[in-house]
């Protein structure tokens, strides 16, 4: 339960043996290959017929009625397929097809876009073909703002002899008209129009009479849609292919991923040099695997360059590998910091839990976790972790929500002991959130005081072993032991005014455990800071700044923080509540009441797990991030990624 310890490597072999060796490497899943960077750019076969699958993949899944099932195939099987199979015949075929509905799309866009060109002009009588100039007379069909309109009637009053205007379509904003003017006055007219911003139609595009026009692109349009229906038909049934298609893809990645390695590598004419990372425990498993298939290789030891830092890969075991899903949201750790996983682990599931303190909610998360597990069982390991994540929390939750007597939103004592199973839940019943609010509300404020010391502790820990010298590190431990005593210190005030009664004995060593902590912070912080030579003024900010006594203001504010458990838990049950209230005042409905009502539970039921849910993640997840992680733990490492074979789209026999 520990960051793994890396080791960098490099790999040296004949140029001959390099698929070989490259692919083993792929197999084995072991190395993160840091590549060199070159300007060499090979372009490739693969590559092309990676960007046509990848398309037509794309273009054929926005087809398909439902996902179709992943192929279940060995790497035999795979190599046959892709070489049996008429991936350039289909692609091209695909192409054609691709281009023939697009084709049929933007025909009816612009069909439609004529619709809404000749919309406005529906009222006028007369064919658009003849609505052309004379010898005598300029005929302009167009649009003026509706705000210009009264002024451009009044300019044109003084030339109504030598024009006609008809009124088109008038809306909020723009008046449609037809202008008819003497050739005489074109010079008044053109003046007048720009200075009212006229904005000219012109419909050569069109013959007939507008609403004629327009009734045969709505015919036209329809053709189209029918044509392209039968499209997407002729498309969807192409859509069998995709597992195949996916399938290929993945054989291709593979290619490509090589290919783009070879030429970031140091080479020379007849040999490769690969430099990488390796988990220092499976190079041995390493060195076996490649010598199974190669004979003239060497794997040796590189020397790291002055402040180079490793990747960073987690080794838990398999109860505190899921949660490994909260540390990486914040971040690996940095050089010398340890694993959080195995430090929140404890934790999480149980503020979580809180959070929904309901059995019954926490049943839906199992199952639901339990479901995907079946669904996903040959998913990627980040995958399969995050859904041993969801049942470790259902789980969690199922056991704090019988504690707390909730089972979707029903208290077992309201109902006949007579049943033996309501007898039981009734019996293991410790505490109920909404009548005992002030205890779940000292529960939570104990699971911050529990947390944070612990915080304090392995602070203390981690910091004396990444001091340079024994004052600084015996400062840790002085600090980290008087920052846990006046944790808990504090936390017990804070106890004092839920459950005064329950915390009495306990107040005046929670005094002296305050007092002596607050000297032990300050004389720590400046005599071992002294003495280990790191001077006067910083050791000074370090007894009175941030991570001083001005810091107890903020510890103040971390242990009350954790009162948001107890504002979720209480949220939970009072919804479940309601949704069962609701549901008995339908179900006196005749009739169709009970049905209603029925359903009313079970999507009001579900919704609300999967609402709860997500806010008994994040509140717990900051919990860990801001007052937890702060007082020990930094982040920056960066991930561990071995270069190995994925298949995102079949199933590896």
Same mark, same amino acid.
């Given at each position: 339960?520990?960051?793994?310890?890396?080791?960098?490597?490099?790999?040296?072999?004949?140029?001959?043996?390099?698929?070989?060796?490259?692919?083993?490497?792929?197999?084995?899943?072991?190395?993160?290959?840091?590549?060199?960077?070159?300007?060499?750019?090979? $372009?490739?076969?693969?590559?092309?017929?990676?960007?046509?699958?990848?398309?037509?993949?794309?273009?054929?899944?926005?087809?398909?009625?439902? &996902?179709?099932?992943?192929?279940?195939?060995?790497?035999?099987?795979?190599?046959?397929?892709?070489?049996? %199979?008429?991936?350039?015949?289909?692609?091209?075929?695909?192409?054609?097809?691709?281009?023939?509905?697009?084709?049929?799309?933007?025909?009816?866009?612009?069909?439609?876009?004529?619709?809404?060109?000749?919309?406005?002009?529906?009222?006028?009588?007369?064919?658009?073909?003849?609505?052309? !100039?004379?010898?005598?007379?300029?005929?302009?069909?167009?649009?003026?703002?509706?705000?210009? =309109?009264?002024?451009?009637?009044?300019?044109?009053?003084?030339?109504?002899?030598?024009?006609?205007?008809?009124?088109? *379509?008038? #809306?909020?904003?723009?008046?449609?008209?037809?202008?008819?003017?003497?050739?005489?006055?074109?010079?008044?007219?053109?003046?007048?129009?720009?200075?009212?911003?006229?904005?000219?139609?012109?419909?050569?595009? %069109?013959?007939?009479?507008?609403?004629?026009?327009?009734?045969?692109?709505?015919?036209?349009?329809?053709?189209?849609?029918?044509?392209?229906?039968?499209?997407?038909?002729?498309?969807?049934?192409? #859509?069998?292919?995709?597992?195949?298609?996916?399938?290929? *893809?993945?054989?291709?990645?593979?290619?490509?991923?090589?290919?783009?390695?070879?030429?970031?590598?140091?080479? #020379?004419?007849?040999?490769?040099?690969?430099?990488?990372?390796?988990?220092?425990?499976?190079?041995?498993?390493?060195? !076996?695997?490649?010598?199974?298939?190669?004979?003239?290789?060497?794997?040796?030891?590189?020397?790291?360059?002055?402040?180079?830092?490793?990747?960073?890969?987690?080794?838990?075991?398999?109860?505190?590998?899921?949660?490994?899903?909260?540390?990486?949201?914040?971040?690996?750790?940095?050089?010398?910091?340890?694993?959080?996983?195995?430090?929140? #682990?404890?934790?999480?599931?149980?503020?979580?839990?809180?959070?929904?303190?309901?059995?019954?909610?926490?049943?839906?998360?199992?199952?639901?976790?339990?479901?995907?597990?079946?669904?996903?069982?040959?998913?990627?390991?980040?995958?399969?972790?995050?859904?041993?994540?969801?049942?470790?929390?259902?789980?969690?939750?199922?056991?704090?929500?019988?504690?707390?007597?909730? +089972?979707?939103?029903?208290?077992?004592?309201? *109902?006949?002991?007579?049943? @033996?199973?309501?007898?039981?839940?009734?019996?293991?019943?410790?505490?109920?959130?909404?009548?005992?609010?002030?205890?779940?509300?000292?529960?939570? /404020?104990?699971?911050?005081?529990?947390?944070?010391? =612990?915080?304090?502790?392995?602070?203390?820990?981690?910091?004396?072993?990444?001091?340079?010298?024994?004052?600084?590190?015996?400062?840790?431990? =002085?600090?980290?032991?008087?920052?846990?005593?006046?944790? =808990?210190?504090?936390?017990?005030?804070?106890?004092?005014?839920?459950?005064?009664? $329950?915390?009495?004995?306990?107040?005046? &060593?929670?005094?002296?455990?305050?007092? %002596?902590?607050?000297?032990?912070?300050?004389?720590?912080? /400046?005599?071992?800071?002294?003495?280990?030579?790191?001077?006067?003024?910083?050791?000074?900010?370090?007894?009175?700044?941030?991570?001083?006594? %001005?810091?107890?203001? !903020?510890?103040?504010?971390?242990?009350?923080? +954790?009162?948001?458990?107890?504002?979720?838990?209480?949220?939970?049950?009072?919804?479940?509540?309601?949704?069962?209230?609701?549901?008995?005042?339908?179900?006196?409905?005749?009739?169709?009441?009970?049905?209603?009502?029925?359903?009313?539970?079970?999507?009001?039921?579900?919704?609300?797990?999967?609402?709860?849910?997500?806010?008994?993640?994040?509140?717990?997840?900051?919990?860990?991030?801001?007052?937890?992680?702060?007082?020990?733990?930094?982040?920056?490492?960066?991930?561990?990624? @071995?270069?190995?074979?994925?298949?995102?789209?079949? !199933?590896?026999?």
């Amino acid at each position: 339960m520990s960051v793994a310890a890396m080791k960098k490597i490099g790999i040296a072999g004949l140029k001959s043996d390099w698929h070989e060796v490259i692919d083993t490497i792929q197999d084995a899943g072991m190395v993160e290959i840091q590549p060199i960077e070159t300007d060499i750019e090979e $372009a490739s076969e693969e590559k092309a017929v990676l960007t046509n699958l990848r398309n037509g993949l794309d273009f054929l899944k926005k087809h398909i009625d439902k &996902p179709l099932p992943r192929l279940e195939l060995s790497q035999q099987e795979l190599s046959k397929l892709v070489e049996e %199979y008429k991936l350039n015949e289909y692609l091209d075929q695909l192409a054609r097809e691709k281009d023939f509905l697009l084709n049929l799309e933007s025909e009816r866009k612009n069909k439609l876009s004529s619709l809404s060109e000749l919309e406005p002009w529906l009222t006028l009588k007369y064919p658009l073909k003849s609505i052309e !100039n004379t010898e005598h007379t300029r005929t302009l069909l167009g649009m003026v703002p509706t705000a210009f =309109v009264q002024s451009f009637r009044n300019e044109i009053k003084e030339k109504e002899g030598y024009c006609h205007i008809e009124e088109v *379509l008038t #809306t909020s904003r723009v008046f449609y008209l037809l202008l008819v003017y003497h050739v005489s006055e074109q010079a008044f007219f053109v003046g007048s129009l720009n200075k009212h911003e006229f904005s000219r139609w012109n419909p050569e595009k %069109y013959n007939g009479i507008p609403l004629e026009e327009y009734h045969k692109l709505q015919e036209e349009i329809s053709d189209i849609d029918s044509k392209i229906e039968g499209q997407k038909q002729k498309i969807r049934e192409l #859509t069998s292919e995709l597992p195949r298609l996916g399938a290929i *893809l993945d054989y291709y990645s593979l290619l490509s991923q090589q290919r783009e390695l070879r030429n970031k590598v140091a080479t #020379t004419s007849s040999a490769f040099f690969i430099e990488g990372w390796i988990q220092e425990n499976k190079l041995g498993d390493l060195r !076996n695997a490649i010598a199974e298939k190669v004979d003239a290789i060497d794997i040796i030891d590189v020397p790291l360059e002055k402040d180079e830092i490793p990747p960073v890969a987690l080794k838990n075991n398999p109860l505190v590998e899921p949660f490994e899903v909260v540390t990486d949201l914040y971040g690996r750790p940095a050089r010398g910091f340890p694993d959080p996983t195995p430090l929140l #682990t404890p934790f999480f599931p149980i503020f979580f839990a809180l959070c929904l303190t309901d059995a019954g909610y926490g049943f839906i998360v199992t199952l639901v976790g339990a479901i995907l597990k079946f669904k996903y069982r040959k998913a990627n390991e980040g995958v399969r972790k995050f859904i041993t994540f969801i049942i470790i929390l259902g789980i969690a939750t199922m056991i704090i929500g019988a504690l707390a007597g909730g +089972y979707f939103g029903i208290d077992p004592s309201s *109902l006949s002991q007579d049943n @033996p199973l309501v007898k039981f839940a009734t019996s293991i019943k410790l505490f109920d959130p909404l009548k005992d609010a002030i205890v779940f509300f000292a529960i939570a /404020i104990i699971c911050g005081i529990v947390q944070v010391s =612990v915080g304090f502790i392995i602070n203390g820990i981690n910091r004396f072993g990444l001091s340079e010298n024994i004052f600084l590190k015996i400062r840790s431990l =002085v600090v980290s032991a008087s920052w846990f005593c006046v944790t =808990v210190g504090l936390g017990i005030f804070v106890l004092s005014n839920l459950i005064p009664t $329950a915390v009495e004995p306990l107040m005046n &060593p929670a005094l002296m455990m305050l007092k %002596y902590g607050l000297v032990g912070i300050v004389a720590g912080s /400046i005599v071992f800071g002294l003495l280990g030579k790191q001077g006067f003024f910083p050791s000074l900010g370090a007894a009175l700044g941030f991570d001083g006594i %001005y810091g107890v203001v !903020n510890l103040f504010g971390d242990i009350l923080s +954790y009162s948001r458990i107890l504002a979720l838990g209480l949220s939970t049950g009072v919804i479940a509540g309601v949704i069962n209230i609701i549901a008995g005042n339908v179900a006196q409905v005749p009739i169709v009441g009970i049905i209603f009502a029925g359903l009313l539970v079970i999507v009001g039921h579900i919704g609300y797990t999967a609402i709860s849910s997500l806010g008994a993640f994040v509140h717990p997840a900051r919990l860990q991030f801001v007052e937890y992680f702060s007082k020990f733990y930094e982040a920056g490492g960066k991930p561990f990624q @071995p270069f190995k074979k994925h298949y995102p789209n079949i !199933n590896l026999k």
